[in-house]
């Protein structure tokens, strides 16, 4: 696994802030938000691109491909994956993002119209697309089998790792780099959030900011980052040694068919992707330990979720644990379904799940049973879900198997 996020810029110090609590949403620093009701983000801060890269690829990649290159290295090399393991028709890629290089296209727009295109760098256009972030990773480790760039806005990434694990399964590949990278944290994406009706929260304090499933909620909190994963057949892992962590056991994937931004208000879409990601997992709604909760903080979609949780159970008592890690990480949009199946797996392993931090107060409209508040929760487990929807009425969901003994 590898990461870089504002909670961490690698995988030990991310999981370190995440069990604590210690919240990575912040004031933005990066542009003046005085214009703006929203002033907070998860911003990625302390991070030079040129500690992990060389100054060429620092120069021909967006910064979310940056993310994504650094976060596949970490991953690479925390699998025990090696020079000897590169150039393998054996080995894709499927990583994905939420919107890719916003950032260079606002830079050279504002070149082109200043100084004309002549002026405007000759890798514009690779800079900007979404599928650059899988190339140059299956450049860095010769990964010459099935590459992708799934898009499905927010719920991009866990279908990167869903169809990652399909790959495997299908027999077309021994290992898939898998996961997400967004830097969406621009002036314009930034005000393009702030004009649609309210969805970011207007909180000033971070750690009121991202409160899923609280009365008080008002919006999300946008973050950015990478979050990829090493995904391997099993007796392939198992033949060279590997450290395994987790198995993917569950994986499916919806779509409302409702509206391009708004949640179906009965949650029923969402409802029928955790189902059938259950079922494909081939076990029952009881050894169902824990569920990271979409969980953005917006009335709309914690209403939904919280709806789609309970019509699951069909109105049934159940002993299961629900947070939402967007409290403490943000929303790192096209990369937050892989940070959430990395805590996920690492909630897992360690039997312990992070706190909803700042949740205090929950919504009876959109209650649900076993949401873990202010302090963590020590708990055995051996199954976990994670959930991901985005605009356009996109579902995906993943169940993780604890490593048995």
């Known amino acids: 696994m590898g990461v870089i996020s504002s909670s961490g810029l690698n995988i030990k110090e991310f999981w370190k802030n995440v069990k604590q609590g210690n919240c990575g949403i912040n004031l933005v620093e990066r542009f003046d938000t005085t214009e703006f009701p929203t002033k907070v983000a998860a911003e990625i801060k302390n991070f030079n691109a040129e500690d992990y890269l060389d100054r060429k690829d620092v120069r021909r990649l967006d910064r979310y491909s940056h993310y994504a290159l650094i976060a596949a290295m970490e991953a690479y090399k925390d699998a025990k ?3 000897e393991d590169k ?3 054996r080995m894709g890629v499927s990583v994905t993002t939420g919107i890719g290089g916003v950032e260079t296209l606002i830079t050279q727009y504002e070149i082109f119209k200043e100084k004309g295109y002549r002026r405007m760098s000759p890798f514009s256009v690779p800079m900007m697309i979404p599928n650059m972030a ?4 299956a450049i860095e480790f010769g990964a010459k089998g099935f590459v992708e760039a799934v898009i499905t806005a927010c719920a991009s990434s866990t279908n990167a790792v869903g169809n990652a694990t399909r790959v495997i399964q299908r027999g077309e590949a021994d290992i898939m780099i898998a996961g997400g990278s967004d830097a969406t944290l621009t002036p314009i994406t930034f005000a393009g959030f702030c004009a649609a009706n309210k969805s970011m929260s207007q909180s000033e304090d971070p750690f009121k900011a991202c409160i899923p499933f609280d009365t008080n909620r008002d919006g999300f909190v946008m973050g950015e980052g990478a979050a990829v994963l090493i995904l391997e057949e099993y007796e ?12 993917v056991v569950g994986y499916a994937c919806t779509c409302d068919a409702f509206h391009f931004t708004a949640p179906e208000p009965n949650g029923d879409g969402a409802r029928r992707c955790m189902d059938l990601a259950i079922k494909d997992a081939g076990i029952t709604l009881n050894e169902l330990d824990y569920i990271n909760a979409h969980g953005t903080g917006t009335p709309l979609n914690d209403k939904m979720e919280a709806m789609a949780i309970n019509n699951l159970y069909d109105g049934k008592s159940y002993d299961i ?3 939402s890690s967007k409290s403490i990480t943000g929303h790192c949009m096209g990369a937050a379904g892989a940070l959430e199946t990395i805590i996920t797996t690492l909630s897992l392993r360690d039997g312990y799940i992070s706190p909803t931090i700042g949740t ?11 949401i873990v508040l202010e302090k963590g929760l020590k708990k055995d487990m051996t199954y976990g879900m994670t959930n991901s929807f985005g605009f356009g009425g996109h579902n995906a969901t993943l169940v993780i198997k604890k490593l048995g003994e």
């Open 81 to 83: 994956l090696t020079d």
């Open 87 to 89: 150039n393998n028709v």
């Open 134 to 137: 899988a190339g140059r990773i």
């Open 236 to 247: 392939h892992a198992k033949k060279r040694g590997a450290p395994i962590l987790s198995e």
């Open 321 to 323: 644990s629900i947070t």
């Open 360 to 370: 205090k107060n929950l919504d009876t409209d959109c209650f649900v049973e076993g």
